[in-house]
């Protein structure tokens, strides 16, 4: 079966390939234009994508929204995560959370349109951010919060990690294996 993810992010779509495979999902990049929300919920954001983009007439495709939360701040930065990192930076973060409380959690919202029907699968990592966040040598545009989380019962940030080690952790992996359950249940409800 083949399922789009309609994303930018070839990192995301590298992950969900190999997460998605052993479920005989082939996934394949698709870029279509939407507008994205600034405010909700990740779960919230991914259906307003789905939204958009059947409306363009695409079916049998995903999209994910995802945010990192710090407790220090009442739903923040969330969906708007990216965009604080592309704007203020580590340094900004730093600032953000000097003399604040470390605790923090990644949320992610996988959404899928299937034969007309939409479904939201969330996933979340607890940890917290590392009290000394440095500016690294080479910008990080993928994941940019990896260097500076540790995930509950780790002791090395996510970037640290290899990628069978980082899978453990991921949100979306969680968020993905719920979407291959829900599709395989579909599968086999059709060819009763």
């Known amino acids: 079966m083949k399922l789009f993810f309609v994303t930018q992010n070839k990192a995301k779509v590298a992950e969900a390939k190999g997460i998605l495979a052993p479920y005989g999902i082939d996934v394949e990049q698709k870029t279509v ?38 407790a220090a701040y009442k739903d923040f930065p969330g969906i708007l995560s990216k965009r604080i990192y592309e704007r203020i930076g580590y340094k900004g973060i730093r600032k953000l959370l000097h003399g604040e409380r470390r ?10 349109c299937f034969n007309g029907e939409m479904k939201i699968f969330s996933g979340e990592t607890r940890g917290h951010i590392i009290e000394q ?14 260097p500076i989380f540790i995930p509950e019962g780790e002791s090395r940030v996510l970037s640290e990690l290899s990628e069978e080690e980082w899978q453990t952790y991921s949100y979306r992996r969680k968020a993905l294996v719920g979407l291959a359950e ?11």
């Open 133 to 146: 966040i440095d500016q690294p040598e080479s910008p990080v545009t993928d994941f940019p919060y990896d």
């Open 103 to 112: 605790e923090a959690w990644f949320r992610g919202a996988v959404g899928i």
């Open 182 to 192: 829900w599709l395989k249940e579909k599968k086999q409800n059709t060819s009763q």
């Open 33 to 70: 234009s939407f507008v994205e929300p600034d405010k909700g919920t990740v779960e919230e954001t991914a259906r307003a994508k789905l939204k958009q983009v059947r409306k363009q007439g695409l079916d049998q495709f995903m999209v994910d929204d995802a945010g990192i939360y710090f």
